[in-house]
């Protein structure tokens, strides 16, 4: 659909402000697209990690239009083909998780999974067990308050599937997402004399090095994206990619970008929600790739981050983003324009990677492994 922007006016403008209204970021309705919806539209697309334009197209519609769901609202049912999506059903998965019921990630998507584990839930309390969530379940779950408290199941089933994986690079895939790219969509852009500088390029570059590097070290490796793709991916479109490729690591590289220039900083993200739901292996993922970063290249540590971002939501392997530094920032900037600089943040990424497969037992400090010798340290078996 055309996007719809500030100045528009008409029904869907109307629709969307009472959405925004409703998520308390607008105060009245109208059917007019002004300032304050302008102001609203971009804070709900930083809230859920979307390119902040302040137009709603494609992926900001789609967002919205699950986001107006409240657990309780309707009935969920697993649909076949066209799955319920929405925040209720998100909200029913994370207190089912809670509870020890096995939903897979808290991905906002009434599958087969969620199905199943609402149909035991169901089996457990005595209700029939049809695998849809409507007023009996939800007077249930209720009942239950937050008394049921489970021990985090889902992220030790992640962290075992991992373990059993083996500590061995070899044949492990990883999949590397340079941010943005396609149409004209290029991220955080810096004009610079002459130079323009841009998010898209510089991710691009960084990929393409750490690409090689995974690959000498014997993993698969695929990209997400090539140098100029032909249009803009989404963060489910990436996601989506990383899943059919069977992937056992995401890493996506971007750079931040401020209005304040003194803003700089790596700062890393893994799926969470804030509320005690992580994944415990992307957390673990996202601490050494943050600290092999910041001891390897001493740039600022704005620490890691738990975010339901979609890229980080809908993958179904470890993953994590990190944002490279402040392309906006005239110290992070010299640095990242270097080839050589950049070349150290390869090698950091490089050993958080190695780090991840190495039993935690064994585990070296942070900043302590030469990734030259990283092929021999590999193909030596590995210590009792
Ligand atoms: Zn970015």
Redesign the pocket.
């Known amino acids: 659909m055309r996007s719809i922007r500030r100045g528009d006016s008409g029904p869907a403008v109307a629709e969307i402000r009472s959405i925004l209204v409703g998520l308390d970021l607008l105060d009245s309705p109208s059917d007019a697209f002004d300032d304050a919806m302008d102001t609203a539209v971009r804070a709900f697309q930083q809230s859920r990690g979307i390119g902040v334009d302040g137009l709603v197209g494609d992926e900001t519609w789609g967002a919205l239009d699950a986001a107006r769901w409240r657990l309780g609202a309707r009935t969920l049912y697993h649909s076949v083909p066209a799955a319920l999506v929405g925040e209720d059903v998100r909200a029913l998965q994370e207190r089912l998780l809670e509870m020890g019921y096995d939903t897979g990630r808290a991905d906002s998507i009434y599958g087969g999974r969620t199905a199943r584990a609402v149909a035991q839930f169901q089996r457990e309390v005595g209700l029939t067990p049809d695998g849809s969530c409507g007023p009996n379940t939800m007077k249930a779950l209720r009942r239950l308050g937050r008394k049921v408290v489970g021990g985090r199941p889902q992220w030790l089933r992640e962290a075992e599937a991992f373990r059993q994986a083996g500590t061995n690079l070899m044949g492990k895939t990883i999949v590397i997402d340079a941010?943005?790219g396609g149409g004209d969509d290029l991220?955080?852009v810096v004009p610079e004399g002459p130079l323009r500088w841009t998010?898209a390029d510089l991710?691009f570059d960084l990929a393409a090095r750490l690409e090689g590097r995974l690959a000498a070290a014997g993993m698969r490796v695929h990209l997400t994206r090539g140098p100029h793709p032909a249009r803009p991916m989404t963060g489910a479109e990436r996601a989506t990619l990383a899943n059919s490729l069977g992937a056992d690591l995401l890493i996506s590289l971007?750079?931040?970008g401020h209005e304040n220039e003194a803003a700089h900083g790596v700062a890393t993200y893994h799926y969470g929600t804030g509320n005690g739901l992580s994944s415990t292996v992307g957390e673990r993922l996202a601490n050494l790739v943050q600290r092999e970063i910041v001891v390897r290249t001493g740039m600022r540590d704005c620490r890691i981050h738990a975010k339901t971002w979609e890229l980080l939501r809908l993958t179904q392997m470890p993953a994590v983003r990190v944002?490279l530094g402040y392309l906006t920032s005239p110290t992070d900037r010299d640095r990242l324009v270097n080839p050589l600089f950049r070349d150290q943040i390869v090698e950091a990424i490089l050993a958080a990677v190695q780090r991840m497969y190495y039993p935690v037992e064994i585990d070296v400090p942070t900043g302590s492994i030469d990734v030259r010798q990283l092929r021999v340290a590999l193909s030596s078996p590995r210590s009792a």
């Open positions: 941010g943005h991220g955080v998010e991710v971007h750079v931040d944002d």
